[in-house]
């Protein structure tokens, strides 16, 4: 039992880290549909990116901000100079265009700074406390920093004029851009922010994994998993999504280990942690690819 | 059913991809390319290594041409189509390794496992539209290694290790080394699958199959079966890309989990995208770039790195990338799209 309850406790950790990838994948699919699948590349780059800042001598609270704000820089960069011409474009060449992405990013950080892998310090202070048997002072903070985004993110699409802008153009941009909104910034504006959210996911999961360019691989997976869990058109459920695949991840883990150990059957463990999100990305899109939280889309003829 | 086209009005016209075939020349130059091994080995002008590569352009280009069939023909999206290269693989090499099968009686099976393995993946696949298919092949093929290093298949696949096969020697003392024979083998086979492939596209079923690409809703309402035939065209387009594995397998006498990883999957639909998404000639195309660039891109980078005075180590997936990029831009259908648009224009007064 205590053990089950570690499970859970670090699966949240982990689900923090996925939770947030989720949100950045549903910042671009709401404002969009597309499903940008390098955004895990591209926060092992902003990870990489806070690395070397700290090699430079500054202190990760300090690098953290430069880089996000690089990151935002380059994806609305990105979004303006190579998505935008092609927003009438077939799904295909989209999909192309996101692949493409992903191996420039996944090759470029293997060509400035190798393939070998990296330590990542914790940002945060050891410091014990209450239940810190269940989890360590990193993954305590994860969970903080991740909560601490999405309610920032909640309040900025909730109370400026900004964050009502880029909803109303993400939601109707025919009327949008009747009222006045420049749509195409906003929809620039949210690739920035999924970079943001990203490059923050990125430098907390680096500590974690270690530093390498194949670190996102996997979580990138658990990532759209969690999105789609959630309901990749609601932010909020793609948060759910995230923690609750997490969860899932560590607990299925647990019991096959417990079959094996009293029964001796080994049916699943560690080394099939990327086909249980595979399944579950099936399973969710086929059963209810709308999510537990989405909206219904409804195609019209 | 047979009413999705006019044929009347759509026959004179080729087929969108350029299914217009001078044959007469297509098999002169297939006829120079059998009679290489005979006239380059005996000279020793072309060496059984330059063989070995010609072979692998053949077999990405049968992979390729699977990868057309879903996704040019019938406008679903693979990201996924390593995981069937990888199925076709292992099927030959576990025959050939275990049950002491000769190689050319692996390619059936190893076209039936892959078969089915894609229709029953295409049944799933069947609820979903362009990004959610590209998301769902995606995490196929990232998971691809994994499932292959699964426990309970070690004591077929060997786990981590992979299997060791040994080239056939050509038959009836045949004067052909073994990497010229599995070249005339490889060269044959692709040649039926090509022809196969077009007169498949040609007929009233590749005709549904454009017609679901092009206009779902009304393709579904004139009867065409369109959960049918798209599991149908998954199950047709991994049976290609599978033999292109088997084949793979045979003539680099080798496989393992690693050498299914995502990368694979990418070139594979790099090479569909470079050569013409909707094209038979394009997935030739496709084949050759796929190969050279596995080969050559190496040497290529370091030389760009070297004359630009760049501060980092290019790496080829670099100029993979980019390529990717400003192909779809410059040239949304391919090399083989850019040539035929040129083509006209050029015949054009």
Known sequence: MEQLTQQIASGLANGAIYASLALALVMIFVSTDHINFAQGEMAMFSAYLCWQVMQWGLNFWIALPLVALGSFLAGVAIQRMILQPLHNAPVLSVVVVFIGLLTIFHSLAGGIWSFTIKEFPSPFPKVAFAGSGYLGSHQVGMILVTLLLLFGLYAFFRFTPLGLAMRAAAQNPGSARLVGVRVDWMLALGWGLAAVVGAVAGTMVAPVVYLEPNMMASILLYGFAGALVGGISSPGGAVAGGFIVGVLENLIAYFGNLLEKTSGIYVIGNGEKLSVALVIVIIVLTLKPDGLFGQVSIKRV | ?349
């Open chain 2, 1 to 349: 059913m047979a009413t999705t086209t006019n044929p009347t009005s759509q026959a004179p016209v080729a087929a969108p991809g350029g299914v217009a075939w001078r044959p007469w020349w297509i098999w002169i130059g297939l006829a120079g390319l059998a009679l290489l091994p005979f006239v380059g080995g005996k000279t020793g002008l072309i060496s059984n290594f330059a063989f070995l590569q010609l072979s692998l352009m053949i077999v990405y280009a049968i992979a390729v041409l699977g990868l057309n069939l879903l996704t040019g023909f019938n406008g679903q999206i693979s990201l996924g189509h390593g995981a069937f290269f990888a199925v076709g693989a292992y099927t030959a090499a576990i025959l050939i390794d275990q049950a002491n099968w000769p190689f050319w009686a692996t390619l059936p099976m190893a076209a039936l496992a892959c078969f089915v393995a894609g229709y029953l993946f295409g049944l799933p696949a069947l609820r979903l539209e362009g990004h959610y298919l590209a998301l769902a092949t995606f995490a196929l093929a990232v998971a691809v290694p994994q499932i292959l290093k699964y426990r309970h298949f070690e004591p077929f696949t060997k786990g981590v290790q992979g299997i060791n096969i040994f080239k056939a020697d050509p038959p009836f003392a045949l004067p052909l080394s073994s990497d010229q024979w599995m070249f005339l083998v490889v060269l044959a086979v692709a040649i039926v699958m090509f022809w196969a492939a077009r007169n498949l596209l040609d007929s009233r079923i590749g005709r549904a199959l454009r017609a679901l690409r092009d206009q779902p809703l009304a393709a579904d309402t004139m009867g065409v079966n369109s959960s049918h035939y798209k599991a149908v065209t998954f199950g047709i387009s991994a049976l290609y890309t599978g033999v292109a594995g088997a084949l793979h397998a045979i003539i680099f006498e080798f496989v393992s989990p690693d050498s299914f990883r995502f990368e694979l999957s990418i070139a594979i639909l790099v090479g569909a995208v470079v050569g013409g998404i909707a094209s038979l000639p394009g997935a030739v195309i496709g084949g050759v770039f796929v190969q050279a660039i596995e080969k050559y891109a190496d040497a290529l980078t370091k030389k760009i790195s070297a004359t630009v005075h760049l501060p980092l180590e290019l790496q080829p997936w670099t100029i993979y990338g980019i390529a990717l990029i400003i192909l779809i831009y410059t040239m949304p259908t391919g090399v083989a799209g850019g040539l035929s648009t040129l083509r006209r224009r050029l015949k054009r007064p």
